[in-house]
């Protein structure tokens, strides 16, 4: 987590860099800090809390400089305070750095730099990194870039970090190992963040920095990339896909209730050039090229975490419905430690938004070392998953912004769903008209939440009589079952309120011990999958008083009649039904979190990209 920005050109940085770190708070919230050089001084503001609190103190300042680097954290080492927030210097105070990961060796570097003299006023494994730098710099006589490099060696850990001096306005430092890091190249310019956000206003030409690589970014220079070995590297400068507009609210409230809205688009993009209607069939280039990898898997291995890992639970119904390959769903946290069974003939599908998340990239190297074949499904081009996978296929949801993800969940759903389908067909397990009739009604998915989305008001209207709640169940069969943890995980992140998924059948097993008239249970009901069951499963609660909230098809009476709040969605193929569940279940999430008044792009304690384990 953390977001890093820096700047080093013609303009003011400070405009570039705090609107930068607005784009990555997402990363991280507790603290921001920004450092910028002006006639040779080294102005280091920071605060506790989030940006805002950071410009209210700054703007006070000399914020002067046409150069600088700029943090926002979640903390790893030591409390949220203004003394933990980055830039963090060394102790001449002539180096500043930013770093987002993790240095899982500080304590002995530090205890070594301490014996040299060097005292330590944070709690941080950073401040240990900045002080190496100057240590390594000044017992080698080496310049900024040489002195990173040294000291790099002896880092264990995960970093994206930028460094600047006092005495150098010229330059800035950067380098990565398992935190991302991206470098815009402007005229005469150079911007660099941990992710593309904070560049697209100004130049849409980037190099992805890549592991244990280092950039130095000179004025009136072109940018030189060389390896933490000293190899010399050739930047690849590649084209940005992102606009600016992307990043915007749009005339919404919060991202998070304009990125459920921009689901009818964003499943259209997932679905461009992929779902071919007028042929009826499903194109996925990641797929055809490595057909025999897919055809002859013993096994698929689907490693994610949070909600990309509810998708990988949907997905791998719908593989072992259509394809008839048995699939496992992992916890990438899980999976990278408890020792898996992996082999050579196991496909492993990686999910994830960001393309960041740290365990999920360890389980991908794992699953590499062991010879499995690895595929990304992921959101954010460029970034470190898809890069180290042997194919993938991009979901194209657009930028997600809000810390509970949605877009990116419905369109990982879709690309699994993709995936499904041809898999089935190309197996023969699938027969030609179910194949075309799920196909054909993919393609009307966007159609169908556009009709969803119309009830927004209305969810809204009876989302205040919850607000109450100390307690949500979520129940689902099915298909369905995923879509219940991730409605319950939805409520929970961003209302605070304490919410369960679970498979319907279930609750007698245990949580109907929890239901009295003042517990809400949301209920997804549809009429294609097990209805009836799921009809007696309410039954169940409603004889125990517990206030039922149902999503069913559109012209339903028996569940309707048995609810106390009924949101109707469109009819469709089974295996579809999470895309349309999923909608009223982010909108109530969405409604009851801004009645408590909470912040819900922003939630407590929570970062949408989560690069340390
Ligand atoms: C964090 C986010 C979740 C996300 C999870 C996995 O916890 O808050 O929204 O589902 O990470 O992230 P990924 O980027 O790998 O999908």
Redesign the pocket.
């Known amino acids: 987590m953390c977001g890093i920005v820096g700047y080093i050109g013609k303009r003011q940085a400070y405009p570039i860099l705090i609107k930068g770190l607005q784009r990555l708070e997402y990363r991280g919230y507790d603290s921001a800090g920004i450092a910028l050089i002006d006639n040779e001084k080294l102005n280091i503001y920071k605060a506790k809390g989030k940006v805002s609190d950071l410009v209210r103190f700054a703007e006070q300042q000399n914020i002067n400089g046409t150069l600088g680097i700029a943090h926002t954290r979640w903390a790893t080492h030591g409390e949220p305070n203004q003394i933990n927030a980055h830039p963090h210097s060394s102790q001449s105070e002539t180096l500043a750095l930013i770093h987002n990961g993790i240095i899982e060796n500080y304590a002995v570097l530090k205890q070594g730099l301490k014996e040299q003299g060097y005292t330590f006023v944070s709690d941080t494994d950073t401040e240990v990194l900045v002080q190496l730098i100057e240590y390594v710099k000044a017992s080698n006589h080496v310049d900024l870039t040489s002195a990173v490099q040294l000291a790099l060696n002896q880092v264990v850990g995960a970093y994206a970090i930028a460094v600047i001096e006092k005495n150098n306005p010229d330059v800035i430092v950067a380098a990565r190992k398992g935190s991302p890091l991206v470098v815009g190249i402007g005229e005469d310019e150079f911007f660099l963040a941990s992710d593309a956000t904070p560049i697209v206003e100004y130049t849409n030409k980037v190099v992805y920095v890549g592991d244990e690589e280092i950039v130095t970014l000179k004025r009136g220079e072109e940018i030189k990339i060389k390896t933490i070995s000293n190899v010399e590297k050739t930047p690849q400068i590649k084209e940005l896909e992102m606009t600016l507009s992307q990043l915007e609210k749009g005339g919404f409230p919060h991202f998070m209730l304009k990125e459920i809205f921009e689901q009818p688009t964003t499943l259209s993009d997932s679905m461009r050039g992929r779902v071919l209607t007028e042929e009826l069939k499903i194109k996925l280039s990641g797929f055809i090229q490595h057909k025999d990898k897919f055809m002859n898997a013993n096994r698929i291995i689907i490693t ?5 890992w509810h998708a990988g639970l949907i997905g791998k119904y719908a593989i072992e419905e259509f394809a008839r390959i048995p699939v496992e769903v992992e916890y990438s946290s899980e999976f990278r430690y408890r020792k898996p069974v992996i082999n050579e003939n196991d496909l492993v599908i990686a ?7 740290a365990d ?1 990239l360890a389980a991908v190297e794992l699953a590499k070392s062991h010879g499995a074949f690895i595929f990304g499904i992921c959101n954010v081009v460029g970034s470190s998953i898809p890069r180290n996978t042997d194919s993938g296929c991009y979901t194209h949801a657009g930028p997600e912004i809000g ?3 949605t877009k ?1 969940f419905t369109a990982q759903v879709t690309v699994l769903t993709m995936l499904a389908l041809i898999m089935g067909k190309e197996k023969g397990t699938l027969s030609a008209t179910q194949y075309e009739k799920t196909v054909n009604e993919l393609a009307l998915i966007p159609t169908k939440i556009k009709s969803i989305l119309n009830q927004n008001d209305a969810i809204a209207q009876f989302a205040k009589t919850f607000t109450y709640a100390q307690n949500f169940i979520y129940l689902g069969r099915g298909y369905n079952y995923p879509v219940a943890l991730e409605g319950a995980l939805k409520l929970k ?1 961003i209302s605070y309120i304490h919410a369960e998924g679970y498979p319907a059948a279930e609750m007698k097993h245990g949580p109907i011990a929890l239901i009295s008239h003042e517990m809400p249970v949301v209920v997804i009901a549809p009429s294609a999958g097990m209805y009836e069951k799921v009809v007696s499963n309410i039954q169940e609660i409603k004889a125990r008083k517990g206030k039922i909230i149902s999503i069913v098809t559109e012209g339903d009476v028996v569940v309707k009649n048995l609810s106390d709040y009924t949101i109707s969605i469109p009819d469709t193929e089974e295996c579809l039904v999470p895309l349309l569940a999923a909608i009223p279940l982010q909108l109530m999430a969405y409604h009851i979190a801004v009645v408590k008044g909470c912040d819900v792009d922003q939630p407590r304690n ?5 690069t340390v384990e």
């Open positions: 994610a975490c949070g909600t990309s999910i994830s938004q960001s393309g960041e998340t999920t810390v509970a993800s990116a992140e929570l970062a949408k990209s989560v």
